[in-house]
């Protein structure tokens, strides 16, 4: 496990996470955030790509803490966008095709050409 740092991680993004946030869930989270797992982070070599975990990197960042736990991959950022549909998709009962399409959809400028 890596501790980063947040403000490292707010400045890239798979997606814009302010877009689907659950205010509600972020303060449940702020709450147990000490009981939550880490965050799961992509090293892509040009920077640190998040890939699950908004919601507890939202209510760490509420909490006023500037660091957070995480699970560090090494990776490319469509490496780190099939983890993210991954996980997308089992939380919502869909595949990760269509997770994928469904964030590159909602953040096209994010995606161009990729």
């Known amino acids: 496990m890596t501790r980063l740092r947040i403000s490292d991680l707010l400045a890239t993004g798979l997606v814009d996470p302010q ?9 449940r989270y702020a709450e ?8 799961v982070v992509f090293d892509t070599g040009d920077g640190y ?3 699950d975990g908004y919601h ?5 960042q509420a909490r006023g803490r500037e660091t957070i736990d995480a699970e560090m991959h090494h ?6 966008l099939h ?4 996980v ?10 269509q997770a994928m399409e469904y964030i590159r959809r909602r953040n096209p ?3 161009q050409g990729r």
């Not at 507890?56 to 760490?60: C, F, G």
């Not at 990776?75 to 780190?80: C, I, N, V």
């Not at 997308?88 to 095709?97: E, F, L, R, V, Y």
Request: glycine content about 6%; overall charge negative.
């Open 19 to 27: 877009a689907h946030l659950d205010a509600e869930r972020v303060a």
């Open 56 to 60: 507890r990197l939202a209510a760490a």
């Open 83 to 86: 983890y993210a549909a991954t």
């Open 32 to 39: 147990n955030l000490d009981a939550l797992p880490p965050i």
């Open 75 to 80: 990776g490319s950022r469509h490496d780190a």
């Open 49 to 51: 790509l998040v890939a």
């Open 88 to 97: 997308g998709a089992a939380q919502h009962g869909i595949t990760a095709d």
């Open 109 to 111: 400028e994010r995606w």
